[in-house]
């Protein structure tokens, strides 16, 4: 098929775009020159949550193959999507700083022609919460989660949480990997110099250590197993070798995510206390007293960042072998 020309417009959709602003306060002839930022904002936060469940889907489409090489250009290209998802997020806290150039009157000229839409029902970001691992049981104020929602949005976001979430192919890709388990008496090495390290005032983390690293009973908030959370532990431990370092990246920019979904949870409770104070949202929840909530618990990645209470001084790590060096692709022959 030839190649057609291509207009800008065109390509983009930009008639239906710049066309998809309906203020209510205009349709009700009330004017509010406020209105038009807010859905601008909104609108733009919803194009970016359709392209991270665009990243995420292609990510996890990679971590679900039964062998990803820790140095291959698939793992490469997870890293780097990843990293584009940390840069997105970055974006969507970034535009709370457009939205707080609104003051509360200026939201009051228009909020009460909302009832009840909210953004609460924004399904996409659920959906993107789901496909982390943030699943039904993890969540604060279970009673609000999809009583806003359509039956049609409802039943994808239920379909999303019945397939495997991104946390729990990083708890398979984790479990595959090699190194930790093959090293005699590593990990009983280890744990010893860590309860030596302890303060006095920090002893019950050695029953925290087993609990993490040893028990095999998985409660309900335990995303990584003992095995994955042994092999995430040794490439903390180890990231300076050439082979763990796109391993480590992937870690550290998991945290990155869950630290930016947090900053932007934060930010966003306080622009609603700042707007409203301590009124009920206009989708019925609790306003601020429900973000805090969500704030509080809605960490994803949280098995991967506990690891750094059993991190140990470089100088104090177990000596690898010279071969495990040579597998790690530190000493070369």
């Known amino acids: 098929m030839a190649q057609q020309e291509v207009h800008y417009s065109d390509y983009l959709q930009l008639d239906k775009i710049l066309n998809a602003q309906l203020p209510e306060s205009e349709r009700l002839q009330q004017p509010a020159h406020d209105e038009m930022l807010f859905i601008v904002i909104h609108q733009a936060y919803e194009l970016w949550f359709k392209q991270l469940l665009y990243e995420v889907d292609s990510v996890s489409a990679i971590m679900k193959k039964p062998s990803v090489n820790d140095n291959s250009p698939e793992l490469q290209t997870v890293v780097h999507r990843l990293s584009r998802m940390v840069s997105i997020l970055k974006v969507l806290v970034h535009q709370i700083d457009i939205m707080e150039t609104m003051t509360p009157m200026d939201f009051l000229d228009f909020r009460d022609m909302l009832r009840p839409a909210s953004g609460f029902q924004s ?147 306080n622009m609603v206390h700042r707007m409203i104070g301590t009124r009920i949202g206009t989708g019925g929840s609790t306003g601020r007293d429900y973000l805090k909530g969500a704030l509080d618990k809605h960490y994803i990645f949280a098995d991967i960042a506990r690891l750094t209470s059993f991190l140990i001084e470089r100088r104090k790590l177990p000596a690898l072998s010279k071969e495990m060096e040579r597998r790690l692709g530190f000493v070369q022959g």
């Open 123 to 269: 399904w996409q970001f659920k959906i993107l919460e789901a496909k982390l691992g943030l699943k039904y049981q993890h969540r604060f104020g279970q009673e609000y989660y999809i009583s806003q929602l359509r039956q049609q949005q409802v039943d994808l976001i239920k379909a999303v949480e019945k397939e495997r979430s991104f946390v729990e192919l990083l708890n398979d890709w984790l479990e595959r990997m090699p190194f930790v388990d093959e090293v005699p008496h590593f990990w009983s090495d280890y744990r010893n110099i860590y309860v030596t390290s302890l303060a006095t005032a920090e002893q019950e983390n050695q029953a925290f250590f087993d609990a993490v690293f040893a028990d095999t009973t998985a409660g309900n908030d335990r995303r990584l197993s003992p095995k994955a959370s042994r092999a995430a532990m040794f490439i903390m431990l180890y990231r300076g070798y050439p082979i763990l370092q796109l391993p480590f990246q992937l870690l550290n920019n998991l945290l990155e995510i869950d630290e930016q979904l947090s900053t932007w949870r934060y930010r966003h409770m």
